[in-house]
Every structure is written in structure tokens, then in C-alpha cells.
């Protein structure tokens, strides 16, 4: 049994070879299916080929005024130079709001050095 999208998508595969099959045969049959006249023929022809041109252009237009209505209603980023201020201000007061209890005082060794992890060398 398959699922509800296998089965969608095997009619959605089914419905374009027909379709390019039936374009196929249309535009390139040298036979005139509407009659004896060669300017039936080429009308149909014509138009098989206008028509999804038509579409794809017209598809394309909308595509980019989606685009261009997107970016027309959007606002504008915030300028770095305020986020960078927000983000001190907020880490200024995140110091300024712990009590002085919670800090830990510092170790007193015997040297003021650091203590540092040994590295390992590449071999």
C-alpha cells in the first residue's frame, strides 16, 4: 500500500507525461487535425507555443513582484552600530546586577602566573 504523498505524487508524474506527450504530438504533427487548411495547422501550432510561453512569462512577472512587494513592505535592518551598543549596554548591566557575594575570590597560589594546559606537539 502507499502512502497518501506516493500516491500524489505518482498522478502529479502520470498527468506531465501525458501532457508532454500530447504537447509533443500537437506541435510537431504534420497532419491537420481541424481540417484540410494548412492555417488551421499553423494556428495550432502557434498557439501551442504562445500559450505556455505566455504562462512562464506572466509566472515570472509575478515571481518578481512577490519579490519586489516583499521587499518594499519589509523594514530595515537596525545600522550595526546600534546593535553593537544594545548588546554593551545589556552586557554592562548583566556585570552591574550580580552582588559581589557570588564572585569568586581569586586563588592565591604560590606564583602569580597563570597556570596554562600543556600543549601537544605535532609529530
Request: hydrophobic letters at 45%; glycine letters at 8%.
Amino acid at each position: 500500500m502507499v502512502s497518501k504523498d506516493q500516491a500524489i505524487g505518482g498522478v502529479i508524474c502520470l498527468v506531465c507525461v501525458v501532457i508532454g506527450v500530447l504537447y509533443t504530438l500537437g506541435l510537431f504533427w504534420f497532419g491537420n487535425p481541424l481540417g484540410n487548411s494548412t492555417v488551421a495547422a499553423w494556428t495550432l501550432q502557434f498557439w501551442l507555443v504562445a500559450l505556455p510561453v505566455f504562462i512562464a512569462f506572466i509566472a515570472i512577472l509575478g515571481i518578481g513582484a512577490w519579490i519586489g512587494w516583499t521587499m518594499a513592505t519589509t523594514p530595515p535592518p537596525k545600522p550595526i552600530e546600534e546593535i553593537t551598543s544594545e548588546i554593551e549596554t545589556e552586557q554592562k548591566a548583566t556585570v552591574e546586577e550580580k552582588p559581589a557575594a557570588e564572585e569568586k575570590p581569586p586563588e592565591q597560589s604560590g606564583t602569580e602566573e597563570e597556570k596554562k594546559p600543556e600543549r601537544k606537539r605535532k609529530t
